[in-house]
């Protein structure tokens, strides 16, 4: 062997210097040992539908896995299509929303041009215009998480707005009448983020037929039990989609995912079944919360953002993970911190909420 010492690349001068400089988005905590209640990530706490896994047994049981999946994920695409009343040419698929999300940020955003966002919303939009080079602007809600016009003031360079629908952290919803009224303003394509959509009682896919600068993603991961699987898609108009397709990556959902997807997709009555049990908790949850003194937003989603006048969060958040029970502590500079619980099994939500209880008497 050589003793000619070997040359080192200088990994931070060798990528780009917004890469170098980017803050990686960070997910929720993923512990891998013990025994935890986990209600920090906005997982389904139920198992899918029994169809998923016949679907996985099936597609394992020939030589399908040899063989490179359909680009287009087809047979979703026919089984969301009936499911939604749209046609299959309005849909594309992708591993989970994020990818998609980063597919259209792709397509519409160049490097020096603009992207906007709202304000506290999910974090990872901001990353996704760093990625690409782009800048980006926030506009906040107002204390009711009402959305002003100014979110759809026109500037030079604005190439797409991103809107979490319900919004990641407080689960508020903007009406579709409302989103229409932004679009219809606004100069660019509206992305309303529907991640949470399956749990709110109005969703914008009816908006899309009518407004081609709107594009709705759905998530598998929450209603659909399938966090774990990654599937997502997107719905648009035709010629939207067939731009997003030069920019996918050719194989973007493997063979596995597309088949458990169909099969959960397909299975409406467990959907429903599932979601009004969470919906059922989210109350329980909601009304346990505003007991012990904190105030809770009304969610659309699969979990509550709480706040509480005079209890340091950091500090129940820390508490909580010491008696094994995850939450979200989240902080959004210049609007302040919280937590936000995901709704749980009702006896995870009594579990929880009796530990709160005990800590803050304790503390008191």
Known sequence: ?????????????????????????????????????????????????????????????????????????????MRAARVLEIDP??????????????????TFVGAGEWLRMTWPSYILYRTLAGIQGASFEEYRFHSDWSLGNDFCLDREGLRLALLANPNSPSGTLLSPARVKEIADQISCPL??????????????????????????????????????????FVIAQPHVIEQLHKVKDSYNCDTLSIAAATAAIDDQAWLMMNRNAIIATRSRLTDGMRALGFHAEDSQANFVWCTHPDRPH????????????????????????????????????????STLSDIMIAQS
């Open 191 to 232: 992305v309303v983020d529907e991640a949470y959509g399956d749990f709110s009682k109005t969703n914008c896919i009816d908006l899309v037929r009518s407004n081609d600068r709107i594009i709705v993603t759905r998530s598998l991961s929450k209603s659909y039990a399938l966090a774990g699987l990654r599937f997502g």
């Open 89 to 106: 040419d309005w849909i594309m698929c992708g591993n989970g929303s994020d990818d998609l999300l980063t597919i259209l940020v792709r």
């Open 314 to 353: 950091r500090q129940l958040y820390e508490s909580l993970k010491q008696r094994g029970i995850l939450v979200r502590y989240m902080n959004y500079p210049g609007w302040g911190d919280g937590l936000r619980i995901s709704v749980g099994t009702d006896l995870e939500i009594d579990q929880y909420l």
């Open 1 to 77: 062997m050589s003793d000619v010492p070997l040359q080192k690349l200088n990994q931070r001068s060798a990528v780009r210097a917004d890469i170098a400089a980017l803050e990686p988005y960070v997910p929720g905590e993923q512990p891998q040992g013990g025994k935890w209640i986990k209600l920090n990530t906005n997982e389904n706490p139920y198992a899918p539908s029994p169809a998923v896994a016949r679907a996985i047994v099936n597609t394992t049981s020939d030589r399908t896995l040899a063989r490179y999946p359909d680009p287009l994920a087809t047979v979703f695409r």
